[in-house]
């Protein structure tokens, strides 16, 4: 249905002129529990400032009448609260997440608006639970290691929680004294108790589940000015009432003595102090509603906490940080468990950007995202940011190469985003992240104006639809999308890295050995991981390399491998689009091969076998209009498969897509070089190719050993350039210089690239 937003906005003022003679003076100090509602969004403060611009500030506006035409509908149809049955996506599920978002919107248009109606709404639907919840068992879906009442989770009925509690704080005044007893006696507080004291393997754990939890009994807690349930919320259960080998079965065992839970280690943890959050942009995203919204009700309510200050405002950091991990369409990068599609867009980084711009110092390249996502909280945040963006203070968010480190200290590795022209390139060399994390280390992905071009595949799960195993996670995100060989990165003898094991890969983050973006004509991003694989050393070098004589910058990938012994190394490249061209010859089977039987290697469909000649091989591509090309470093013994996923998956549960895998046999060390360049373009209206042919005519190894590593990139001019980089010296001061030859190499730093004609 179109909505007439004009109509809907000319209503919305009409009825803030006949409520207006009820509006708080919000110079009263509130002296009893009456008086302090609203305040964990909302304050008396900001409803004054909604209520005198309603009608002049559009984004607000907009965002009312969305708000408000979806709830007339809803009231329309009638409250139901169904007996639960299903999983994500299921008709009982989804209505239940549907309840609690109209019930938070009810509560704000019923202060915005003074309309009973709104209040009303809240108060029968509140009782509706009120009589459902005593009675109601653990949710008959038996899967989750925390079943929840309402939905088959305890994350689901915390998600409930935290947004109810913002309805109830709206329509607090509005019920009486016994009204509120009631709903308090026999939902609320029974409510808290259960996804907390009785699951505490749920509660009691640093997680994004435990940080829903945290926040929705603390949320509860200020609406009740419950200190007991607060420091609950703030610090977790006490670990005198827990049995130490209690084990959560998602990952990990819940905390006990010595160590620190509830929403403050959820803070401390997960985020490093460039706002970098362990699990990845994907549940980061998810993560920042609980974590925003409750900071902003402890700022209104509990201001002395400092909240937004805390661990050096790494809140107001993490907002940033999930900016900068999103490509150009602000879509964020996939990292660990990831959706492909999920954005900025999404109502959580609504929230979190206004929250951010109203307690973060009124950063105005926030003001730009906002603009960009057309939608604000119906809050003191949301109306701030609309009063800000009409004033026209608004600056564009600019998205430049970044190291996000990883760790509650920063010191667990790091995730890079190196971005030149069109190109983004996200480089993995991270902790593990949580029960969320891949065994992926070293990984990359590389996105051109926002679009994949060589792809993480994400994860295995088709978020809330019941069709698809309930809408949870399938058993192909443990068998694939979380093995090595689904990335961009190097296996050992078919492998994962720590042998696929959550403990061993808990235990152990990549090194950071170089980051350099002062140069943007070669920026450069170095790692080291020692752990993966018992006695093998692996280094991974990327460069991105604006040519003068090229018109789009090009990416050299340098992986350096040692161990102690010989072993079988697979490089898989996961590239999106349709192959052009090949400067080799190659055999494609009648019947494809399996693999592999294990480790992900039995969903990969070998198609095809190329015959490698001489030092170099070329696969050019094209994807969204553009041609790639994809050049390598080979020896003949080397192997070139072609792949594809989605063997053994009667289900179809998998995307059949195709991947590139440069073996090496029966090596010790071994030295993986390529080149990926985007070089021209397509046009199916003009049917015209431009620049369809790589620009690198060859790449060689001019010297390799434990210190130095130098490779020469010839184009098809016959330019010829060197790079060259320290493997054990990465101190910016060091001089450095080496014999090749006839010719003499020099440089200062860890890194150069020099003219070789």
Same mark, same amino acid.
């Given at each position: 249905?179109?909505?007439?937003?004009?109509?809907?906005?000319?209503?919305?003022?009409?009825?803030?002129?006949?409520?207006?003679?009820?509006?708080?003076?919000?110079?009263?100090? *509130?002296?009893?529990?009456?008086?302090?509602?609203?305040?964990?969004?909302?304050?008396?403060?900001?409803?004054?400032?909604?209520?005198?611009?309603?009608?002049?500030?559009?984004?607000?506006? $907009?965002?009312?009448?969305?708000?408000? !035409?979806?709830?007339?509908?809803?009231?329309?149809?009638?409250?139901?609260?169904?007996?639960?049955?299903? =999983?994500?996506?299921?008709?009982?599920?989804?209505?239940?997440?549907?309840?609690? $978002?109209?019930?938070?919107?009810?509560?704000?248009?019923?202060?915005?608006?003074?309309?009973?109606?709104?209040?009303? /709404?809240?108060?029968?639907?509140?009782?509706?639970?009120?009589?459902?919840?005593?009675?109601?068992?653990?949710?008959?879906?038996?899967?989750?290691?925390?079943?929840?009442?309402?939905?088959?989770?305890?994350?689901?009925?915390?998600?409930?929680?935290?947004?109810?509690?913002?309805? /109830?704080?709206?329509? =607090?005044?509005?019920?009486?004294?016994?009204?509120?007893?009631?709903?308090?006696?026999?939902?609320?507080?029974?409510?808290?108790?259960?996804?907390?004291?009785?699951?505490?393997?749920?509660?009691?754990?640093?997680?994004?589940?435990?940080?829903?939890?945290?926040?929705?009994?603390?949320?509860?807690?200020?609406?009740?000015?419950?200190?007991?349930?607060?420091?609950?919320?703030?610090?977790?259960?006490?670990?005198?009432?827990?049995?130490?080998?209690?084990?959560?079965?998602?990952?990990?065992?819940?905390?006990?003595?010595?160590?620190?839970?509830?929403?403050?280690?959820?803070?401390?943890?997960?985020?490093?102090?460039?706002?970098?959050?362990?699990?990845?942009?994907?549940?980061q995203r998810y993560a920042m509603y609980p974590f925003m919204i409750f900071a902003q009700a402890l700022q209104n309510k509990k201001p002395e906490l400092k909240i937004f200050q805390h661990k050096d405002?790494?809140?107001?950091?993490?907002?940033?940080?999930?900016?900068?991990?999103?490509?150009?369409?602000?879509?964020?990068?996939?990292?660990?468990?990831?959706?492909?599609?999920?954005?900025?867009?999404?109502?959580?980084?609504?929230? &979190?950007?206004?929250?951010?711009?109203?307690? @973060?110092?009124?950063?105005?390249?926030?003001?730009?995202?906002?603009?960009?996502?057309?939608?604000?909280?119906?809050?003191?945040?949301?109306?701030?940011?609309?009063?800000?963006?009409?004033?026209?203070?608004?600056?564009?968010?600019? #998205?430049?190469?970044?190291?996000?480190?990883?760790?509650?200290?920063?010191?667990?590795?790091?995730?890079?985003?190196?971005?030149?022209?069109?190109?983004?390139?996200?480089?993995?060399?991270?902790?593990?992240?949580?029960?969320? @994390? %891949?065994?992926?280390?070293?990984s990359f992905s590389l996105f051109d104006q926002g679009d994949e071009v060589i792809q993480d595949y994400g994860l295995a799960r088709f978020v809330n639809i019941e069709q698809k195993g309930g809408g949870?996670? +399938?058993?192909?995100?443990?068998?694939?999308? #979380?093995?090595?060989?689904?990335?961009?990165?190097?296996?050992?003898?078919? !492998?994962?890295?720590?042998?696929?094991?959550?403990?061993?890969?808990?235990?152990?983050?990549?090194?950071?050995?170089?980051?350099?973006?002062?140069?943007?004509?070669?920026?450069?991003?170095?790692?080291?991981?020692?752990?993966? =694989?018992?006695?093998?050393?692996?280094? $991974?070098?990327?460069?991105?390399?604006?040519?003068?004589?090229?018109?789009?910058?090009?990416? +050299?990938?340098?992986?350096?491998?040692?161990?102690?012994?010989?072993?079988?190394?697979?490089?898989? +490249? /996961?590239?999106?689009?349709?192959?052009? #061209?090949?400067?080799?010859?190659?055999?494609?089977?009648?019947?494809?091969?399996?693999?592999?039987?294990?480790?992900? /290697?039995?969903? +990969?469909?070998?198609?095809?076998?190329?015959?490698?000649?001489?030092?170099?091989?070329?696969?050019?591509?094209?994807?969204?209009?553009k041609f790639y090309t994809y050049t390598a470093i080979n020896s003949e013994s080397d192997e070139l498969l072609f792949n594809r996923i989605g063997a053994n998956d009667p289900e179809y549960n998998l995307?059949?897509?195709?991947?590139?895998?440069?073996?090496?046999?029966?090596?010790?060390? &071994?030295?993986?070089?390529?080149?990926?360049?985007?070089?021209?373009?397509?046009? *199916?209206?003009?049917?015209?190719?431009?620049?369809?042919?790589?620009?690198?005519?060859?790449?060689?190894?001019?010297?390799?050993?434990?210190?130095?590593?130098?490779?020469?990139?010839?184009?098809?001019?016959?330019?010829?350039?060197?790079? &060259?980089?320290?493997?054990?010296?990465?101190?910016?001061?060091?001089? %450095?210089?080496?014999?090749?030859?006839?010719?003499?190499?020099?440089?200062?730093?860890?890194?150069?690239?020099?003219?070789?004609?």
């Amino acid at each position: 249905m179109k909505i007439n937003y004009h109509f809907l906005i000319a209503t919305i003022t009409i009825l803030l002129l006949g409520s207006s003679c009820n509006e708080m003076d919000s110079t009263i100090e *509130p002296n009893s529990m009456e008086d302090q509602h609203p305040g964990l969004v909302l304050t008396s403060s900001g409803l004054k400032k909604i209520k005198s611009n309603l009608g002049n500030i559009p984004v607000f506006d $907009r965002s009312l009448a969305i708000a408000k !035409q979806q709830l007339d509908q809803e009231i329309e149809n009638g409250i139901e609260v169904p007996i639960p049955k299903d =999983y994500s996506g299921g008709y009982t599920h989804e209505r239940h997440k549907k309840n609690y $978002r109209m019930m938070q919107n009810a509560g704000l248009l019923y202060q915005i608006l003074g309309d009973e109606k709104y209040a009303d /709404y809240v108060k029968k639907m509140l009782f509706a639970y009120a009589e459902l919840y005593p009675s109601l068992p653990k949710h008959p879906q038996t899967r989750s290691y925390a079943r929840g009442k309402l939905f088959w989770q305890c994350l689901n009925d915390s998600n409930w929680l935290v947004y109810t509690s913002q309805a /109830y704080d709206c329509v =607090y005044n509005y019920l009486s004294k016994e009204e509120r007893e009631v709903l308090e006696t026999n939902l609320f507080r029974p409510f808290a108790d259960y996804i907390s004291l009785e699951n505490p393997q749920f509660f009691n754990r640093v997680h994004n589940h435990s940080t829903w939890g945290n926040v929705a009994v603390g949320m509860i807690a200020l609406v009740l000015d419950d200190d007991i349930l607060l420091q609950r919320a703030l610090n977790g259960i006490k670990a005198d009432h827990l049995s130490s080998d209690m084990k959560d079965n998602d990952g990990g065992y819940i905390r006990t003595k010595g160590q620190k839970v509830g929403f403050l280690a959820n803070l401390d943890e997960p985020f490093s102090p460039d706002g970098y959050y362990t699990e990845g942009p994907y549940y980061q995203r998810y993560a920042m509603y609980p974590f925003m919204i409750f900071a902003q009700a402890l700022q209104n309510k509990k201001p002395e906490l400092k909240i937004f200050q805390h661990k050096d405002s790494v809140l107001i950091k993490a907002v940033d940080a999930l900016i900068n991990l999103s490509d150009q369409d602000g879509e964020f990068f996939l990292l660990n468990d990831a959706q492909k599609g999920m954005s900025y867009h999404a109502p959580s980084l609504v929230a &979190a950007v206004d929250i951010g711009y109203h307690f @973060g110092g009124n950063n105005p390249s926030l003001l730009s995202i906002a603009e960009k996502q057309n939608l604000v909280t119906l809050d003191d945040a949301g109306v701030a940011v609309a009063l800000n963006i009409k004033a026209g203070k608004a600056q564009p968010f600019v #998205k430049k190469s970044i190291e996000l480190s990883d760790g509650p200290k920063g010191e667990q590795g790091a995730v890079s985003v190196i971005r030149s022209g069109d190109l983004e390139l996200v480089y993995k060399y991270t902790a593990h992240g949580l029960s969320h @994390g %891949h065994y992926d280390k070293l990984s990359f992905s590389l996105f051109d104006q926002g679009d994949e071009v060589i792809q993480d595949y994400g994860l295995a799960r088709f978020v809330n639809i019941e069709q698809k195993g309930g809408g949870n996670y +399938l058993k192909e995100n443990k068998t694939w999308a #979380k093995q090595t060989v689904a990335h961009n990165t190097v296996v050992q003898d078919q !492998q994962s890295h720590f042998s696929g094991t959550y403990e061993l890969g808990s235990k152990n983050h990549s090194e950071k050995y170089i980051t350099d973006f002062e140069n943007k004509e070669v920026q450069v991003v170095s790692a080291v991981e020692e752990n993966a =694989y018992p006695g093998t050393r692996l280094q $991974r070098t990327f460069a991105i390399i604006k040519d003068e004589a090229q018109k789009n910058p090009f990416v +050299l990938d340098i992986t350096q491998v040692q161990s102690t012994k010989e072993h079988q190394f697979d490089m898989p +490249l /996961y590239y999106l689009g349709q192959p052009m #061209k090949t400067s080799f010859t190659y055999d494609k089977f009648k019947t494809p091969k399996i693999l592999g039987s294990s480790n992900g /290697y039995q969903h +990969l469909y070998q198609e095809a076998k190329a015959h490698l000649e001489g030092s170099n091989f070329q696969f050019s591509w094209l994807s969204n209009g553009k041609f790639y090309t994809y050049t390598a470093i080979n020896s003949e013994s080397d192997e070139l498969l072609f792949n594809r996923i989605g063997a053994n998956d009667p289900e179809y549960n998998l995307r059949n897509e195709p991947g590139l895998m440069l073996r090496k046999k029966n090596v010790k060390d &071994a030295l993986f070089v390529s080149i990926i360049e985007s070089h021209g373009t397509y046009s *199916p209206v003009s049917e015209l190719a431009v620049n369809a042919n790589s620009f690198i005519e060859n790449i060689k190894v001019i010297h390799n050993s434990n210190e130095y590593t130098l490779i020469q990139i010839e184009d098809k001019k016959a330019r010829q350039k060197v790079f &060259a980089i320290s493997n054990l010296n990465n101190r910016k001061d060091a001089q %450095h210089q080496l014999k090749v030859g006839e010719k003499t190499y020099s440089w200062e730093g860890p890194f150069a690239l020099k003219p070789n004609n």
